[in-house]
């Protein structure tokens, strides 16, 4: 019943140069301000309408717009391999939004996300890193790995994903827009600035990408930070079933090797391809 639903319901994407709709979700966009931040060349787009898309990606996407308009970060989870990130990076093409990527691990610090001190004509400086230019830009964060971050960082994602506030190291504080604007209205901008107070773009977002654990090595996720994220699962082919398919071809067709981690549209190519090859001996005899 599940399949007859979904093929008597396609979900079809159009984008246009104000606004992409998927399914019955509709979202404005904007131009960014630097081209050169937004991914380029993961989606094709032929008469404003989304070409060579699986329906499960389309409605990944479609449930990522949902979320982006009620203002919630997102938790994308998969099996280990590139579906998950291809997605996110999709939707970030489709709404031109502007990217800051974070690949997290054991080693990944506070001043990774935060600011580092370097040194420019003698002198030591604090540059801003990814975390605090996508919150001040209004830029989509992508934390990869999310699994690997170690307790001394937690605190740091904690507070930024839940009251979009971070301490910095040159002395500044990020405080969200609407305290901002508030503060802003009550006090003067002389006042505000002598705070140090800098305000925290309301476009901005967080994509966690993560692999869930116990099942593959990690620590798991704590369940404050567990409850920043809306989840959803990134279907895609497992090892177990690739091999599966790979074995059942008929005799007289070559082996063909399902990669792991192929997503369903993936899948139904290399299927056709086997199909088309048994036509064709077919045919022979």
């Known amino acids: 019943n599940r399949k007859l639903i979904l093929a008597a319901n396609p979900v079809r994407g159009y984008s246009s140069e104000d606004k992409v709709t998927i399914g019955d979700v509709t979202k404005e966009i904007k131009s960014p301000k630097k081209v050169e ?34 203002g919630q970060d997102m938790f994308l989870l998969g099996r280990p391999g590139p579906s998950r990130r291809k997605v996110a990076l999709q939707y970030l093409e489709l709404t031109q939004r502007e990217l800051e990527y974070v690949a997290l691990s054991r080693d990944t610090t506070e001043a990774d996300l935060k600011q580092r001190r370097e040194i420019q004509s003698s002198t030591a400086k604090y540059f801003d890193q990814s975390a605090v230019r996508a919150a001040v830009e209004g830029r989509v964060l992508v934390l990869e790995g999310i699994e690997k971050a170690e307790r001394n960082v937690l605190p740091v994602l904690n507070n930024l994903l839940e009251n979009r506030e971070m301490h910095l190291e040159d002395g500044r504080f990020l405080v969200p827009a609407s305290r901002y604007d508030k503060l802003l209205e009550e006090h003067g901008a002389e006042e505000v600035s002598r705070w140090r107070l800098v305000r925290v773009d309301e476009n901005f977002r967080v994509i966690a990408l993560g692999l869930p654990v116990p099942r593959y090595s990690g620590q798991p996720l704590d369940p404050p930070l567990r ?57 022979r005899l």
């Open 37 to 70: 931040y937004m991914p380029r060349k993961y989606l094709t787009i032929e008469d404003t309408e989304i070409k060579s898309l699986s329906q499960s990606t389309l409605r990944n996407l479609r449930w990522m717009m949902q979320k982006d308009l009620l």
């Open 227 to 283: 409850s920043r994220f809306q989840a959803r699962d990134v279907a895609t082919i497992g090892f177990s079933l690739a091999r599966w398919l790979g074995n059942r071809l008929p005799s007289n067709v070559y082996r063909v090797r399902f990669p792991h981690g192929a997503t369903p549209s993936v899948v139904h190519k290399l299927l056709f391809r086997v199909w088309v090859l048994c036509l064709c001996e077919i045919a």
